[in-house]
């Protein structure tokens, strides 16, 4: 079979949707005509992941000039908490956002640690805000 054909004609008649829906026979479908009851293999999980990844970074670099002067470890940890909770989410941590911004890393990471995120999410909370406070990956 030519899957380039196949993909081509496939596209034109099932028509794209970015966002789930039911279809005529009331499976819940999304992409070009995919019935989420049979849900996703792990590799378009994983590139859905990335895709997210990738849309977090650019919200949280869009919403705070400073991010640049980061290390990398400590833009992760904005990043893993706006993947995580939303931008909105990240945003109200207003005192951790101010103290990153001063590079008081310490603060930052007691005010992470002092949420109800951090009751929530567990070992990634701890994780999290020692990357910030040491600026070293875990």
Request: glycine letters at 10%; zero cysteines.
């Given at each position: 079979m030519d899957n380039v054909k196949a993909t081509a004609y496939?596209?034109?008649?099932e028509g794209f949707s970015r966002l789930p829906y039911k279809c005529p026979t009331g499976h819940l479908?999304?992409?070009?005509?995919?019935?989420l009851e049979h849900?996703?293999?792990a590799s378009a999980a994983l590139?859905?992941?990335q895709e997210d990844l990738a849309h977090a970074e650019r919200a949280?670099?869009?919403?705070?000039?400073?991010?640049w002067k980061l290390d990398d470890a400590r833009q992760f940890v904005l990043v893993d908490m706006a993947f995580n909770m939303g931008l909105a989410g990240?945003?109200?941590?207003?005192?951790?956002?101010s103290a990153v911004e001063?590079?008081?890393?310490?603060?930052?990471?007691?005010?992470?640690l002092a949420s109800k995120w951090a009751a929530q999410v567990g070992r990634r909370a701890v994780?999290?805000?020692?990357?910030?406070?040491?600026?070293k990956w875990i």
């Open positions: 496939i596209r034109r008649y479908t999304i992409g070009y005509g995919h019935n849900g996703i293999s590139f859905i992941l949280v670099k869009d919403s705070f000039p400073w991010w990240l945003k109200s941590f207003k005192k951790m956002l001063q590079g008081d890393y310490q603060t930052a990471a007691k005010e992470m994780e999290n805000a020692r990357m910030m406070e040491t600026g």
